[in-house]
């Protein structure tokens, strides 16, 4: 199973990224699927989840700057993060829980920054 993520970078405040994770070695349709993240100095926090049927769930930090969804057909999920802020620094992180097991993609880096 690979989770690999893409889409990070350097981004202005109040700007935009879009994040990619394609999912190879298992079908996502049927799995839980979510966003983490790791701020330097702190542990690893969720950031937004999408279950199986399509229900997506947020951090307090998130709700209403970002949105996640999902792609069966493609076997990709995505996080669309608007406004981001300076706070939102931090490895990303592709995630899957699949009958009981976890799994997480390598992380891409977003750093918001003027």
């Known amino acids: 199973v690979q989770l690999q993520a893409s889409g990070g970078g350097l981004v202005q405040p109040w700007g935009s990224l879009r994040l990619s994770c394609a999912a190879s070695?298992?079908?996502?349709?049927?799995?839980?699927m979510a966003w983490y993240r790791q701020r330097p100095g702190t542990q690893r926090e969720l950031v937004a989840q999408i279950t199986a049927s399509n229900n997506p769930i947020y951090s307090f930090s998130a709700n209403g700057r970002f949105t996640v969804s999902r792609d069966n057909a493609k076997n990709a999920v995505y996080l669309q993060m608007n406004s981001l802020k300076p706070e939102d620094t931090a490895v990303y992180y592709c995630?899957?829980?699949?009958?009981?097991?976890?799994?997480w993609g390598q992380g891409t880096q977003v750093t918001v920054s003027s």
């Open positions: 995630y899957c829980r699949s009958t009981g097991v976890n799994y």
């Open positions: 070695g298992i079908a996502i349709s049927n799995n839980l």
